[in-house]
């Protein structure tokens, strides 16, 4: 079992930033995979940032070159850093971890993050 604990999401004007946090209930070093999707009104849910097996990272095309993840394993935390946000980023953001020997989905509350001025 893993829980998954975000924060950070909230209201920011075109052309700023957020940091999104999600604090694991395991050593991050565990997963197999771990990061955010988002999903907008009407829209599938769909990735933005993770860290994969061998610690590489994959970005959703659309946010290559302004958000960025990281990670503390100290914290047990892996961090969305948004920047250059537009009011195409809003969407509820979710903290996803697979986990375990079935490669299990673990997913977050979600975090609202709005765009808008």
């Known amino acids: 079992q893993v829980q998954l604990v975000e924060s950070g999401g909230g209201l920011v004007q075109p052309g700023g930033s957020l940091r999104l946090s999600c604090t694991a209930s395991?050593?991050?070093?565990?997963?197999?995979?771990m990061g955010w999707y988002r999903q907008a009104p009407g829209k599938q849910r769909e990735l933005v940032a993770v860290?994969?097996?061998?610690?590489?990272?994959n970005y959703a095309d659309s946010v290559k070159g302004r958000f960025t993840i990281s990670r503390d394993s100290a914290k047990n935390t892996v961090y969305l850093q948004m920047n250059s946000l537009t009011p195409e980023d809003t969407a509820v953001y979710y903290c996803n971890a697979v986990y375990g020997l079935d490669r299990h989905n673990y997913w977050g509350q979600g975090t609202q993050v709005t765009v808008s001025s």
């Open positions: 395991r050593s991050i070093f565990t997963m197999y995979t």
């Open positions: 860290f994969t097996s061998g610690s590489r990272t």
